[in-house]
């Protein structure tokens, strides 16, 4: 069964961290870009970071930027986001997906272009 499955979610006080994992079962990441997608309650969906199949290139929204860190492991079939000094409004669910190609891009971080499958989610609370 391919599937994508998020951890590492959970509460921490504002200012804290968390590292967030995506493992994939089934399939092999390392042909794929990875992205990173939030979305808080009442909001539409936000592309957070993806990275390059080879983990060379990365992009980050404008919210997120210096914060937080994309990273993979191809040998361990992970992709991880490292999110620090965190915000009340970085409160979400988040979900790791797959990108059609092997690169993404800023542009299709921002609007969700040609991403395809996706995790259940992990859910992050910032809040003291």
């Known amino acids: 069964q391919v599937q994508l499955v998020e951890s590492g979610g959970g509460l921490v006080q504002p200012g804290g961290s968390l590292r967030l994992s995506c493992a994939a079962s089934?399939?092999?990441?390392?042909?794929?870009?990875i992205g990173w997608f939030r979305q808080a309650p009442g909001k539409e969906r936000e592309g957070v970071s993806c990275?390059?199949?080879?983990?060379?290139?990365?992009y980050y929204a404008d919210s997120v930027k210096g914060r937080f860190a994309i990273s993979r492991d191809n040998a361990k079939n992970t992709v991880y986001l490292q999110m620090n000094s965190l915000k009340p409004e970085d409160t979400a669910v988040y979900y790791c997906?797959?990108?059609?190609?092997?690169?993404?891009?800023?542009?299709?971080?921002?609007?969700?272009?040609?991403?395809?499958?996706w995790g259940q989610g992990t859910q992050v609370t910032v809040s003291s």
């Open positions: 089934g399939f092999t990441l390392d042909g794929y870009a």
């Open positions: 990275i390059s199949s080879s983990g060379g290139m990365a």
């Open positions: 997906t797959t990108h059609v190609q092997y690169y993404c891009s800023a542009y299709g971080l921002k609007v969700s272009l040609d991403f395809g499958s």
